[in-house]
């Protein structure tokens, strides 16, 4: 199966404490969130409780926020069971954004 990335009907996915990924095209649209609507640059390595602002040492999140964000695990067993590359669908996210369209 292949994803057409840029062009997924779900452009962003609204997040909250209800939401849920159970798509490769939620994962897509959760990642666009990230970066189109959050402008966070993510890992999807990373958990969201790790993030502090640089200068103040800080979370950058509240425990809500982190609770929200940390879908990548979820992000990761969906596009596993779908054979599809959590990585490329970050990267296809990002290219725009940092000029490697």
Known sequence: MK???ITSKKKNMP????SHIKSVEDV???LQNLVNESKLNSCQD???ADYNYYNEKTP???EEDVSV????????????NAN???????L????????MN
């Open 3 to 5: 994803l057409n990335i």
């Open 69 to 80: 964000y940390n879908m990548m695990e979820k992000s990761f067993d969906v596009c596993e």
């Open 46 to 48: 990373d958990d969201f």
């Open 15 to 18: 997040h909250n404490i209800s």
């Open 84 to 90: 599809i590359d959590v990585y490329e669908i970050g």
């Open 92 to 99: 296809a996210v990002l290219r725009p954004i940092i000029g």
């Open 28 to 30: 897509n649209a959760f």
């Open 60 to 62: 950058t999140f509240t």
